[in-house]
């Protein structure tokens, strides 16, 4: 059931998931489309006053010394479209331009852009539809906003350039296709496009969209097949007591110790008696995995802050009659959520290496036989190809997960002197994301096969996860379809896809 929220409300990293695939309408009501209207005319009536205002009759960035006369407002807007109609790269996701417009709606929504209202009913009109401005990978900085990427989504508002429908066909727009789907065709007031681009949702929305997804991969995936896999390898569970991580003080490892304890049903695994060492990948599992959980959480944290931000320049408070100048539209939080993200992914999949080769290993997973073959061992070779992809894509991961927002490099007339690469970074992100799928995927594969070979006897807890993996369970590991199986896993443990197919 679709649910609703006001576009001036305050959004969740939930609610934009929700919003990007047709779960969650946004809406409006007469109060705040009375605020922004109110905000325009103060904007419309300084500028018939004679007085400068940047952005709206001045030049942009290095040019704001150059002025522009009332009646020339409206040109300037549609010639900064003009000059920003420059993308390029691979396509998004029509979830991708969804969650872009909610972010660009909820920005606009608080009344201090200088936009109309007609300009938030377009977007919500927009986020409704079952097509979405076909946006491209590269063009932006996340300087002063995310310029090329945003300046698309205006421009399909005004019947130009390309969509992309619910198959992920990309197509020409037109004027025809917005009366078609029953879309306002947008026209730029003064303010209004400058209003559209200057800001980070396009960042944001991208990298929000990743964070959903590898919290959902760690919280319920990852932690039950890491409980399943403590049961197949026979490990012992002393590392797992609360009393153990009282004394290092991380909530996210008291609460991943926790999840395990109840994925395991475990009451007191501090009276396991011996010496337990088993290798680090099992006893530091619950500070590894707490650590990735601190990531996502310290991520989500700055993107729900920044997605619930006014990012745009320059911002209009009509009631106290000011004209505010100033960099709301660098992109810098969102570019440190993308960076702690792609850390958290790249550590999520070295673990998941390490389980992996453990099962596999003939030296190190128990009574199984060597990469999970049947048998004759030897003449068939198990699951070798599958860790030969997971190792593989953690090469790749390792490669990417180098910080992206401090690759400063100036530009515009050395008028952006100092960027925060928050495309680039949640690009990244998204590119990673999708690399790591198939070793998230791969993983409960294996541990399926392992099980077929040497049944163990699950928590209740862990037997209810597997009922929902049954196709895992009974499949053929020694048919010919490991790829066809692999790619039907990835396809399901996907929220969404982040690049058009």
């Known amino acids: ?217 760690l919280k319920h995936h990852i932690l039950p097949q890491a409980a399943t896999f403590m049961t197949v390898m026979k490990e012992p569970v002393q590392h797992l007591s609360p009393h153990i991580y009282r004394y290092k003080n991380h909530a996210s490892a008291v609460e991943t110790a926790n999840s395990l304890r109840n994925w395991l049903n475990l009451s007191n695994p501090e009276t396991e008696e011996g010496v337990h060492q088993p290798p680090y990948s099992s006893r530091s599992m619950v500070i590894w995995l707490g650590g990735i959980n601190e990531l996502i ?50 550590r999520l999949v070295i673990i998941i290496e390490r389980w992996v080769n453990r099962l596999l290993h003939p030296d190190h997973n128990g009574d199984l036989p060597a990469f999970l073959s049947g048998t004759p061992v030897g003449k068939k070779s198990g699951l070798q190809g599958y860790q030969l992809m997971v190792s593989s894509i953690l090469a790749d991961l390792r490669a990417r997960c180098a910080p992206h927002g401090v690759q400063s490099v100036p530009t515009n007339g050395d008028n952006q002197d100092i960027v925060s690469m928050s495309a680039n970074a949640a690009l990244n992100l998204a590119d990673m994301t999708e690399k790591a799928a198939p070793a998230i995927a791969v993983f409960p594969m294996i541990l399926a096969r392992a099980m077929q070979l040497e049944p163990v006897e699950l928590s209740p807890e862990l037997k209810s996860w597997w009922k929902h993996q049954q196709d895992l369970q009974d499949a053929d590991y020694e048919a010919d379809h490991l790829n066809s199986l692999l790619q039907n896993h990835i396809e399901k443990i996907r929220l969404y896809r982040l690049f058009n197919a």
């Open 1 to 217: 059931m679709n649910s609703t929220l006001s576009a001036s409300d305050q959004l969740s990293l939930s609610n934009l998931s929700a919003a990007a695939t047709r779960r969650l309408t946004l809406t409006s009501n007469q109060e705040t489309d009375l605020i922004l209207d109110q905000n325009h005319r103060f904007v419309i009536e300084h500028i018939q006053s004679g007085e400068n205002v940047y952005g709206i009759n001045t030049g942009f960035g290095p040019l704001v010394d150059k002025h522009l006369a009332a009646d020339e407002a409206v040109e300037l807007q549609e010639n900064l479209l003009q000059q920003l109609n420059c993308h390029t790269g691979r396509y998004l996701s029509a979830e991708v331009s969804r969650a872009v417009i909610t972010l660009r709606a909820r920005a606009l929504a608080q009344g201090v852009s200088g936009v109309r209202s007609d300009v938030l009913k377009a977007l919500i009109t927009w986020q409704q539809s079952e097509i979405q401005p076909a946006l491209q990978s590269q063009g932006s900085v996340g300087a002063s906003g995310d310029l090329v990427p945003l300046a698309r989504l205006a421009r399909v508002l005004s019947g130009r350039d390309e969509i992309v429908d619910s198959s992920g066909t990309i197509r020409s727009n037109s004027t025809s296709v917005l009366a078609d789907y029953n879309l306002p065709h947008w026209s730029p007031a003064p303010k209004e496009a400058l209003a559209l681009v200057n800001g980070t949702s396009y960042s944001a929305a991208l990298t929000s969209l990743s964070c959903v997804q590898l919290k959902d991969w």
């Open 297 to 346: 959480q310290q991520a989500e944290s700055l993107l729900e802050t920044e997605i619930n931000s006014v990012d745009d320049n320059p911002l209009i408070l009509h009631e106290e009659e000011l004209f505010l100048h100033g960099a709301n539209f660098q992109g810098s939080y969102a570019a440190m959520a993308a960076d702690h993200l792609s850390n958290a992914l790249t």
